[in-house]
């Protein structure tokens, strides 16, 4: 298609084509102008590929409005259409731009293809993490019953070099060690649905989730004594990843056991609570660890940084953690410090 702005816009192509982002011209809904950053993202050959159709043929914005932050600016999520038909996750901010008296709508887009697949590998890095938590909590929970299955084999054993096993005793210490092992593999029937890599939504409530995230770390919370209470209350179904939204939690209840460790807090305690309006369910999870220096709270969900040593800490729990609320849960997460501690909120949309 022959473009009737092609000397019109002789003037500024040398400028739009050397920005790094795709820039699209609209007038009425149609591209008049492009640059070269755009036809390499969408994978065209020429500008007259694109040039004259409407603008909604290559910009697909998703069913509901999606912000993100970039370089302290606001910008709406996209998806382009490629000259292929693939989906291109974009990021576009639009405004108007007078040209030789006449107004057009300058689209500003940058291709996020690259800054997806770094997100990907930091959330497997993150669950990594989590699952090292995981496999570090089942060996704890299996210490106890290994540890009393041993000691009834070397009673049973050392029975029968004395020659005194009757079979009432020798029928007692196999229900003994069955009931263990009974103990061993409900543990890992507890533990088997986080470790899978699954992408499907459920069906839950979300005090529901909690108490069983609960469940899964109390022996590490019993250890140090530390104290939780959960509201009991009644609320409606959301339709979610459950195994990610739990990742979300067990991150910030992992953080206030080390935080009450690394404080040396005495009686520590963690209260959950929730609310729910028409649009969306709160979780709040407020501790009594000391809180968290104001000059550094408002960095907590930056990536790889953290407050604890290079050990114990990889920065990634609480970023992994704002990037599930924020793009599959149509939430936000915050944190405030409280008296005496902090609070985490976790806002889920419904």
Same mark, same amino acid.
């Given at each position: ?45 020429? +500008? ?21 932050? =970039?370089?302290? *600016? ?19 901010? $639009?405004?108007?731009? !007078? ?17 997806? /697949? ?49 079979? @009432? ?10 009931? =263990?092992?009974? =103990? ?7 533990? +088997?649905?986080?470790? +899978? ?19 899964? $770390?109390?022996?590490?919370? /019993? ?5 939780? @209470? ?10 979610? =990843? ?15 056991? @080390?935080?009450?460790?690394?404080? *040396?807090?005495? *009686? ?29 709270? *408002? ?9 604890? @040593? ?15 609320? !924020?793009?599959?849960? /149509? ?13 985490? /909120? ?5």
């Amino acid at each position: 298609m022959k473009n009737k702005y092609e000397s019109f816009f002789n003037e500024i192509n040398q400028v739009l084509d050397s920005t790094i982002e795709g820039i699209l011209l609209l007038e009425d809904g149609f591209i008049v102008n492009i640059n070269n950053s755009f036809i390499k993202i969408l994978g065209y050959d020429t +500008k007259n590929e694109i040039i004259g159709n409407l603008a909604s043929g290559c910009l697909m914005p998703s069913s509901h409005e999606t912000f993100i932050e =970039y370089n302290n *600016n606001m910008f709406q999520e996209i998806s382009l259409l490629s000259k292929e038909g693939n989906a291109i996750p974009a990021i576009i901010q $639009i405004k108007d731009i !007078e040209i030789k008296n006449k107004i057009f709508k300058m689209v500003s887009i940058l291709d996020l293809t690259e800054l997806k /697949k770094k997100e990907s590998l930091l959330i497997k890095q993150s669950r990594l993490a989590a699952m090292g938590e995981m496999i570090s909590m089942i060996a704890h929970q299996w210490r106890q019953p290994l540890t009393a299955i041993s000691a009834a084999i070397i009673h049973l054993k050392f029975k029968i070099s004395m020659n005194k096993v009757d079979l @009432d005793f020798f029928d007692s210490k196999m229900d003994e060690i069955n009931s =263990y092992l009974q =103990y061993t593999s409900n543990t890992i029937d507890d533990f +088997k649905d986080f470790f +899978k890599n699954d992408k499907i939504k459920h069906h839950f409530c979300l005090n529901e989730l909690v108490q069983h995230t609960v469940d899964l $770390i109390l022996p590490t919370l /019993k250890v140090h004594e530390i104290e939780i @209470d959960i509201e009991n209350k009644k609320l409606n179904q959301l339709f979610l =990843y459950e195994n990610e939204l739990l990742q979300v939690i067990l991150n910030i209840l992992n953080n206030a056991r @080390d935080a009450f460790v690394e404080n *040396n807090i005495k *009686n520590p305690k963690i209260d959950i609570s929730f609310f729910e309006n028409e649009k969306e369910q709160h979780i709040l999870i407020q501790d009594n660890a000391g809180g968290i220096p104001e000059n550094i709270i *408002n960095r907590v969900f930056e990536p790889y940084f953290s407050t604890k @040593d290079d050990l114990n800490g990889t920065g990634l729990g609480l970023y992994m953690s704002k990037i599930i609320v !924020e793009k599959h849960c /149509k939430g936000k997460i915050l944190v405030n410090n409280t008296n005496g501690g902090c609070c985490f /909120k976790i806002v889920i949309g419904k």
